[in-house]
């Protein structure tokens, strides 16, 4: 038997969903292949498990619905449309009643006019020759270039003119420049002048002031450094003085010494009868 | 009683549905008296909040009242009302993902929403530990179906609770009849393993074969 359901089929099988060969089909495979029968009974026991969800109660809310308004056959577009090409129409129809139209098709041209054609007459000239034409050319440009020539020389006119003024207003300006650059010159001098000489009267008195308090000084450091002068060689002849009286004294006891020592020589030569006691 | 009635006057609301696609305001008014009460568990079995399935409930009527006048085939109105239904649903949950935002009560079901539902619910002459108890295990299974991919939940919201046949689920969901058919096998399945990851066994739900 080869016959194997699908998922689909087995679910239409659980409910009732199949016709009766079918159904017959599914049961006698599902006879013979008991863990797809199991899988089964786990899905009926899944199904029988959700009937144990409770209903919930519920009112319904009051909902009120608005009467649907219908549309108005004067808003349809289609009849609006056509109503609109026919106000334009009856527009269109007076207005050329009242101006009187003028349509004229010629020459591939479509003209609509309303009032009447507009008078567009023009005088007729007579055409020119060949030499007229050179004649008025030519008086054309004599009067052009007499025209410019004039123009050029009251421009030329008006330049010199403007040179000579400037040229005269900037002599005005470099005299006075001049004149008051050589007055500034003359206080500038005394100025500096007089200010040289507070500067230098200011450095004689600091020279001074400072000279007298520079030589009191030195004349103080100099008293000092006689005094200390003074005092070191006094001590150096302090000293000079005892080392000489010291090595007078050391001089002294030599020659006792050995004064002494040639006496006891002299007294051992002579004998014991003599015995003289010196004493110094 | 009431029940039974009730889906009679919706399978037979053929001409009422032919005046609403009228326009007649009463006609529709009755279209949402009829089937507010099926919209609305719909879009709650979908996000388990009530909250959600008030609006799509809300927004399912009133698209039905501006569209019904499309409507080709008064025979169709099922399948029609509930494809708009499951657009109303996606459209919420595109807004929840991209919102990212839980309402509290998701964490702490509240003492008052508790009661509420206890007053709501119709049992209250009942014993009372028996309604908690299969009040807990609605809530359960329920979450069990939360769990479950958008397009399996539909299939088998529209299944089990709906009463739709395939072909119609097909036609509601745009689909063939044999990709419903598999999302509703593969969504049993998955079904099926989160029960028994929530250990909810054949003796939890007292099942007998």
Redesign the interface.
């Known amino acids: 038997m080869n016959y194997k359901p699908d998922e689909a089929t087995l679910m239409a099988y659980l409910y009732g969903e199949l016709d009766a060969p079918e159904m017959e089909k599914v049961r006698v495979y599902l006879e013979h292949h008991p863990a797809q029968a199991a899988a089964l009974k786990d899905a009926q026991f899944a199904r029988s498990a959700l009937q144990h969800v409770r209903e919930q109660e519920v009112i319904a809310p009051p909902i009120i619905f608005d009467q649907p308004q219908r549309p108005s056959r004067w808003l349809n577009g289609t009849l609006k449309t056509v109503l609109g090409i026919a106000a334009s129409f009856v527009i269109m129809l007076v207005a050329a009643k009242l101006l009187g139209p003028d349509i004229k098709v010629a020459d591939g041209e479509l003209r609509i006019s309303f009032g009447g054609p507009v008078s567009q007459d023009l005088p007729k000239v007579a055409p020119l020759s060949r030499d007229e034409v050179q004649t008025l050319i030519k008086q054309s440009l004599a009067a052009n270039n007499e025209t410019l020539q004039t123009g050029w020389r009251a421009e030329q006119e008006k330049l010199q003119s403007l040179v000579r003024n400037t040229a005269k207003w900037n002599d005005e300006k470099m005299t006075k420049l001049l004149a008051s650059t050589g007055q500034a010159s003359t206080d500038q001098i005394e100025g500096f002048v007089a200010t040289l000489q507070k500067e230098n009267l200011k450095m004689m008195q600091d020279y001074l002031s400072l000279t007298t308090t520079d030589q009191k000084k030195y004349m103080e450091g100099l008293l000092v450094d006689f005094s200390k002068y003074l005092q070191e060689q006094r001590n150096q002849d302090l000293n000079a003085l005892s080392a000489r009286l010291a090595n007078l004294e050391k001089n002294n006891n030599q020659f006792r010494e050995e004064t002494g020592q040639i006496l006891a020589t002299i007294l051992t030569a002579s004998g014991p009868t003599t015995k003289k006691q010196v004493n110094y | 009683m009431a029940e039974t009635l009730l889906q009679i006057a919706m399978m037979h609301s053929d001409s009422l549905i032919a005046r609403a696609r009228e326009?007649d305001?009463n006609a529709?008014?009755k279209l949402?008296?009829l089937w507010?009460?099926r919209i609305?568990?719909f879009g709650?079995?979908f996000f388990f909040d009530?909250d959600l399935?008030m609006e799509v409930a809300?927004k399912t009527?009133i698209n039905m009242?501006r569209n019904i006048a499309a409507l080709q085939e008064t025979t169709r109105f099922r399948p029609w009302l509930y494809t708009i239904a499951v657009n109303c649903c996606r459209e919420e949950l595109r807004k929840r993902k991209a919102n990212r935002a839980v309402p509290l009560d998701h964490y702490q079901p509240g003492v008052a929403e508790e009661s509420y539902r206890w007053e709501?619910?119709?049992h209250r002459h009942e014993n009372p530990e028996r309604v908690l108890r299969?009040?807990e295990?609605?809530d359960l299974?329920?979450q069990?179906?939360l769990e479950l991919p958008e397009e399996q939940r539909e299939v088998?919201i529209m299944?089990?609770?709906e009463g739709l046949?395939?072909r119609e689920i097909a036609e509601t969901l745009n689909i063939s009849?044999?990709t419903a058919?598999?999302r509703?096998?593969?969504g049993?399945?998955a079904?099926?393993k989160i029960?028994e990851k929530k250990s909810?066994t054949?003796e939890t739900?007292g099942?007998e074969?």
């Open positions: 326009g305001p529709q008014g949402v008296q507010y009460k609305y568990n709650y079995k009530h399935a809300q009527f009242h709501a619910s119709g299969q009040t295990l609605s299974l329920q069990c179906l088998v299944k089990e609770y046949k395939f009849e044999n058919k598999s509703m096998y593969y049993l399945d079904l099926k029960l909810i054949k739900i099942y074969l």
